[in-house]
């Protein structure tokens, strides 16, 4: 069936650095992602998306790439901030939506 | 501008009690709407989604329903709760196919 998961459980960065989730998708029909960030106790909130027609796009301090050939999707944040420590998801979907398990960022001061 | 209600936002029941949470969405028409429970610590399961008044798919079989008895509202019942059904219960909707899910606040549920 299908699957979204992610390579990493929790990702451990310093302040100032860029960080880079990275998430594997197993339908090869799907043609749109997204990432979401959650923070403790809150809902997720949208972060970037992107439509299967486009490797790359950016957003502000955020860049989501996506490579269909190997079904691989990444969200790369630049210059962590201690306010970007959260967990962060992939999903895929048309009409329903299905999530990985997500990555922990801690950013370390 | 669109935005999504659920309530309550944290309750706590005994085993074999109903439930019933309920999500609401201002702002728009026909929407597509979600049920997701994500368990501590973990990822987002998705329960139900509707794509129409009545129009009700389920993805997981359990002791869960969904019903939408108008075109932006969406409850989540059961009739008699387990341990199991212990989680952060949260509705999502989006405009239609392949546009941004936007999710609810979220309601905790602990069945004791």
């Known amino acids: 069936g299908e699957s979204v998961g992610l390579h990493l459980p929790t990702l451990s960065v310093q302040e100032g650095d860029n960080s880079i989730i990275n998430c594997a998708y197993s339908n090869s029909a799907s043609d749109y992602f997204i990432w979401y960030k959650q923070e403790s106790g809150k809902g997720p909130q949208f972060i970037i998306d992107?439509?299967?027609?486009?490797d790359k796009r950016q957003g502000q301090r955020v860049t989501v790439l996506l490579n269909k050939t190997v079904k691989h999707l990444s969200l790369q944040i630049a210059a962590t901030q201690p306010g970007d420590s959260a967990v962060y998801f992939c999903?895929?979907?048309?009409?329903?939506?299905?999530f990985g398990t997500g990555t922990r960022l801690k950013v370390l001061a | 501008s669109q935005t999504i209600h659920q309530w309550p936002a944290t309750l706590v029941q005994p085993v074999g009690s109903p439930l019933s949470l309920e999500c609401t969405v201002e702002g728009t028409s026909n929407p597509n709407l979600y049920w997701y429970r994500q368990a501590a610590g973990r990822g987002l399961q998705l329960l139900f989604y509707?794509?129409?008044?009545?129009?009700i798919s389920s993805e997981v079989p359990q002791n869960l329903s969904a019903s939408r008895p108008q075109d932006r509202q969406f409850i989540l019942s059961s009739k008699k709760l387990l341990l199991s059904d212990s989680g952060f219960y949260l509705c999502?909707?989006?405009?239609?196919?392949?546009?941004?899910?936007?999710f609810g606040e979220g309601s905790w549920l602990t069945v004791v």
């Open positions: 999502a909707w989006t405009p239609g196919s392949g546009n941004t899910i936007y």
């Open positions: 509707s794509v129409g008044i009545g129009q």
């Open positions: 992107i439509r299967s027609n486009m």
């Open positions: 999903a895929e979907g048309t009409y329903k939506y299905i």
